[in-house]
């Protein structure tokens, strides 16, 4: 319909005479045709132009009366049309102007029902991406955004979420900067050696949590931790405000993974991993207080009987660390999950389980001032041996707050 009406504008139609048409007007003794007019057929569809009849003269309001050239039948009057000017021949603008209209409100239909346009500047960037570095090539930055399947009942990611952020740009700062060998996050020297990294010791602290639809930047670094350790330190921020959200410090050692016995840095491996070293604090202060053993005596809580599932073991074949917080948190009270939030954490990593393991959750609970618990926690095997000890401080929900604004450390000099 478009295409017919816009090709009607520049195209006028003509038709053929009807000298039976009882129509026709004739004026004075002659019979004139005005511009071929019949009557549209009903049953055609397409647009028709109007074309430019020739009304009869009139002087002083009185019809001029034609009269026919001497000479001239009244066959070659009714056969010859009216005389082609410039100004008859120009097309309806009007039913080309509404045919260019009806396109683009047609095509902006179409384009609003895709909606894949971005409504908002922070969704500009790509979360699928594996990010970049930056900062002299010593800072690894990726952008996640919080789906609606990673918040919990008060509307914010959970702390999983979060530790599982840390864990992929941990692995994609390696890929990125040409680290990651065959291995799970390790060094092409290291898989000629079979070795991997675990982690002995973690601290997180959350001022604020994301929620769904938000868009936060997660920066991550590594440093030495003294001979034979590596620290990798975290920083997570809105990516849209800037605001600081997360903070997090490790460290890391060396495992074989044959004999699961831990190993010295060889020497090919530190040659690898020692560019890219920050000379830097952590982003965390040391918690230095001793993490407290746990046991039947002194817990108040237990929640025994858990079991790792298959999707919980990663590549190296024992279950990943970000699990382990989630069993820690299950013999959490309930009052305290469902009015307080956790805002910081130190775990220390003293083995790893398999896929055959059972286990049990311990935590004792204790007042920390201002309405702020704090927890103590064990995670072990049913047989008794330490897997996780962990301490959490937890704060009251709806609380203002002023979290610590950190910051990217420049490399000492």
């Known amino acids: 319909?478009?295409?017919?009406?816009?090709?009607?504008?520049?195209?006028?139609?003509?038709?053929?005479?009807?000298?039976?048409?009882?129509k026709n007007k004739r004026l004075g003794n002659g019979s004139t045709n005005l511009g071929g007019i019949s009557k549209p057929s009903a049953s055609s569809g397409s647009l028709q132009v109007k074309a430019n009849a020739q009304?009869?003269?009139?002087?002083?309001?009185?019809?001029?009366?034609?009269?026919?050239?001497?000479?001239?039948?009244?066959?070659?009057?009714?056969?010859?049309?009216?005389p082609r000017t410039f100004i008859n021949q120009l097309p309806d603008w009007s039913m080309l102007l509404a045919a260019i209209t009806t396109i683009f409100l047609a095509a902006e239909?179409?384009?609003?029902?895709?909606?894949?346009?971005?409504?908002?500047?922070?969704m500009l960037?790509?979360?699928?991406?594996?990010?970049?570095?930056?900062?002299d090539g010593l800072v690894f930055r990726q952008n996640f955004s919080i789906r609606s399947y990673e918040i919990g009942v008060d509307r914010t990611?959970?702390?999983?979420?979060?530790?599982?952020?840390?864990?992929?740009?941990?692995?994609?700062?390696?890929?990125?900067?040409g680290l990651l060998g065959d291995g799970f996050g390790a060094t092409p020297g290291m898989c000629k050696k079979n070795l991997i990294w675990v982690v002995t010791r973690m601290q997180v602290v959350v001022d604020r949590y994301p929620t769904w639809g938000d868009v936060v930047q997660v920066d991550t670094w590594v440093s030495a931790s003294g001979k034979n350790g590596m620290r990798r330190d975290w920083l997570v921020s809105n990516s849209e405000t800037g605001e600081i959200l997360t903070r997090a410090t490790?460290?890391?050692?060396?495992?074989?993974?044959?004999?699961?016995?831990?190993?010295?840095?060889?020497?090919?491996?530190?040659?690898?991993?020692?560019?890219?070293?920050?000379?830097?604090?952590?982003?965390?202060?040391?918690?230095?207080?001793?993490?407290?053993?746990?046991?039947?005596?002194?817990?108040?809580?237990?929640?025994?009987?858990?079991?790792?599932?298959?999707?919980?073991?990663?590549?190296?074949?024992?279950?990943?660390?970000?699990?382990?917080?989630?069993?820690?948190?299950?013999?959490?009270?309930?009052?305290?999950?469902?009015?307080?939030?956790?805002?910081?954490?130190?775990?220390e990593y003293r083995r790893e389980c398999g896929r055959d393991s059972v286990l049990q959750s311990l935590t004792a609970v204790s007042e920390a001032g201002e309405g702020e618990i704090e927890c103590q926690h064990l995670l072990r095997l049913e047989e008794g041996s330490e897997i996780v000890r962990g301490r959490t401080q937890w704060r009251p929900k709806n609380a203002e707050r002023y979290g610590k604004m950190g910051r990217i450390p420049a490399q000492s000099a």
């Open 109 to 122: 239909k179409q384009w609003m029902m895709l909606d894949w346009k971005p409504r908002r500047s922070d």
């Open 250 to 347: 490790s460290v890391w050692v060396m495992m074989n993974k044959l004999t699961r016995r831990l190993s010295k840095i060889p020497e090919e491996v530190r040659g690898e991993i020692e560019p890219h070293f920050m000379d830097c604090d952590p982003i965390v202060a040391e918690d230095s207080r001793k993490l407290v053993k746990l046991d039947d005596s002194t817990a108040e809580y237990v929640r025994k009987g858990l079991t790792p599932r298959w999707s919980d073991l990663d590549v190296n074949q024992h279950v990943n660390n970000v699990k382990y917080i989630g069993w820690i948190l299950e013999s959490t009270p309930l009052q305290i999950v469902e009015n307080h939030e956790l805002c910081s954490m130190t775990l």
């Open 125 to 135: 960037i790509d979360p699928f991406g594996i990010g970049r570095i930056v900062q």
């Open 1 to 22: 319909m478009v295409a017919t009406a816009a090709t009607s504008a520049f195209f006028p139609i003509t038709f053929s005479p009807d000298s039976s048409d009882s």
């Open 157 to 177: 990611a959970s702390i999983e979420t979060l530790m599982n952020h840390l864990q992929e740009t941990a692995i994609n700062h390696c890929k990125t900067a």
């Open 55 to 82: 009304a009869p003269p009139k002087i002083n309001g009185t019809t001029v009366v034609m009269t026919p050239v001497e000479g001239l039948k009244d066959e070659d009057a009714v056969s010859s049309p009216p």
